[in-house]
Nanobody, 123 residues
Framework: QVQLVESGGGSVQAGGSLRLSCAAS????????MAWFRQAPGKEREGVAA????????LYAASVKGRFTISQDNAKATVYLQMNSLKPEDTAMYYC????????????????WGQGTQVTVSS
Protein backbone atom coordinates (compact mmCIF):
# COMPACT_ATOMS: atom_id res chain seq x y z
CA GLN A 1 0.00 0.00 0.00
CA VAL A 2 1.26 3.46 -0.86
CA GLN A 3 2.20 5.50 2.15
CA LEU A 4 3.55 9.01 2.62
CA VAL A 5 4.71 9.84 6.13
CA GLU A 6 5.53 13.45 6.96
CA SER A 7 7.56 14.67 9.91
CA GLY A 8 9.46 17.73 11.09
CA GLY A 9 6.73 20.24 11.75
CA GLY A 10 6.66 22.38 14.87
CA SER A 11 6.60 25.88 16.25
CA VAL A 12 9.24 28.47 15.49
CA GLN A 13 9.66 32.21 15.70
CA ALA A 14 9.68 34.40 12.61
CA GLY A 15 13.01 34.23 10.87
CA GLY A 16 13.63 30.68 12.02
CA SER A 17 13.96 27.45 10.08
CA LEU A 18 12.37 24.02 9.93
CA ARG A 19 12.95 20.97 7.77
CA LEU A 20 10.06 18.74 6.80
CA SER A 21 10.53 15.16 5.66
CA CYS A 22 8.27 12.91 3.60
CA ALA A 23 9.12 9.23 3.47
CA ALA A 24 7.48 7.41 0.55
CA SER A 25 7.08 3.82 -0.44
CA UNK A 26 9.40 2.98 -3.34
CA UNK A 27 6.57 2.27 -5.73
CA UNK A 28 5.44 5.85 -5.47
CA UNK A 29 8.86 7.36 -5.33
CA UNK A 30 10.56 6.16 -8.48
CA UNK A 31 10.65 8.62 -11.39
CA UNK A 32 7.61 10.53 -10.34
CA UNK A 33 6.57 13.90 -9.09
CA MET A 34 6.39 14.68 -5.41
CA ALA A 35 5.30 17.94 -3.89
CA TRP A 36 4.62 19.88 -0.74
CA PHE A 37 1.35 21.68 -0.20
CA ARG A 38 0.04 23.74 2.66
CA GLN A 39 -3.34 24.78 3.94
CA ALA A 40 -3.97 27.51 6.46
CA PRO A 41 -7.29 27.76 8.34
CA GLY A 42 -9.97 29.23 6.12
CA LYS A 43 -7.78 29.14 3.02
CA GLU A 44 -7.48 26.83 0.06
CA ARG A 45 -4.67 24.33 -0.16
CA GLU A 46 -1.77 25.69 -2.19
CA GLY A 47 1.22 24.10 -3.83
CA VAL A 48 4.52 25.16 -2.30
CA ALA A 49 7.22 23.16 -4.08
CA ALA A 50 7.49 20.16 -6.34
CA UNK A 51 10.27 17.90 -7.58
CA UNK A 52 10.58 15.19 -10.20
CA UNK A 53 12.38 12.37 -8.43
CA UNK A 54 13.88 11.08 -11.67
CA UNK A 55 15.38 14.29 -13.10
CA UNK A 56 15.62 16.38 -9.95
CA UNK A 57 13.84 19.29 -11.63
CA UNK A 58 12.09 21.56 -9.16
CA LEU A 59 9.37 24.19 -9.08
CA TYR A 60 8.46 26.67 -6.36
CA ALA A 61 5.54 28.91 -5.60
CA ALA A 62 6.43 32.58 -5.80
CA SER A 63 5.59 33.06 -2.13
CA VAL A 64 8.38 30.73 -1.00
CA LYS A 65 10.99 31.01 -3.74
CA GLY A 66 14.37 31.86 -2.29
CA ARG A 67 13.34 30.78 1.21
CA PHE A 68 12.29 27.15 0.78
CA THR A 69 14.26 24.34 -0.82
CA ILE A 70 12.88 20.98 -1.89
CA SER A 71 15.33 18.10 -2.11
CA GLN A 72 15.42 14.33 -2.25
CA ASP A 73 17.36 11.38 -0.90
CA ASN A 74 16.92 8.53 -3.35
CA ALA A 75 18.44 5.94 -1.02
CA LYS A 76 15.85 6.75 1.62
CA ALA A 77 12.97 7.41 -0.80
CA THR A 78 12.47 10.67 1.06
CA VAL A 79 11.72 14.21 -0.02
CA TYR A 80 12.56 17.18 2.18
CA LEU A 81 11.40 20.76 2.45
CA GLN A 82 13.93 23.06 4.04
CA MET A 83 12.16 26.21 5.17
CA ASN A 84 14.25 29.25 6.06
CA SER A 85 13.35 32.83 6.95
CA LEU A 86 9.93 31.66 8.05
CA LYS A 87 7.12 34.19 8.32
CA PRO A 88 3.86 34.10 10.30
CA GLU A 89 2.02 33.72 7.00
CA ASP A 90 3.80 30.40 6.48
CA THR A 91 1.74 28.97 9.33
CA ALA A 92 -0.28 26.06 7.95
CA MET A 93 -0.69 22.33 7.83
CA TYR A 94 1.87 21.02 5.37
CA TYR A 95 1.11 17.98 3.24
CA CYS A 96 3.28 15.77 1.10
CA UNK A 97 1.81 14.52 -2.18
CA UNK A 98 2.95 12.05 -4.83
CA UNK A 99 2.07 10.69 -8.26
CA UNK A 100 0.98 13.64 -10.38
CA UNK A 101 -1.82 12.87 -12.84
CA UNK A 102 -2.10 16.35 -14.31
CA UNK A 103 0.34 18.68 -16.02
CA UNK A 104 0.67 21.42 -13.41
CA UNK A 105 3.21 20.44 -10.79
CA UNK A 106 1.69 22.65 -8.08
CA UNK A 107 -1.93 21.77 -8.72
CA UNK A 108 -3.88 19.39 -6.48
CA UNK A 109 -3.73 16.65 -9.11
CA UNK A 110 -1.82 14.09 -7.08
CA UNK A 111 -3.04 10.60 -6.32
CA UNK A 112 -1.48 10.14 -2.90
CA TRP A 113 -1.38 12.39 0.13
CA GLY A 114 0.16 12.26 3.55
CA GLN A 115 -1.61 13.09 6.80
CA GLY A 116 0.08 16.44 7.21
CA THR A 117 2.39 18.09 9.70
CA GLN A 118 1.66 21.40 11.42
CA VAL A 119 3.98 24.37 11.07
CA THR A 120 3.36 27.39 13.28
CA VAL A 121 5.40 30.58 12.97
CA SER A 122 5.00 33.23 15.64
CA SER A 123 5.89 36.89 15.25
Amino acid sequence: QVQLVESGGGSVQAGGSLRLSCAASRYTYSSNFMAWFRQAPGKEREGVAAIHTGTGNMLYAASVKGRFTISQDNAKATVYLQMNSLKPEDTAMYYCAADLFGTSWLSNHYNYWGQGTQVTVSS
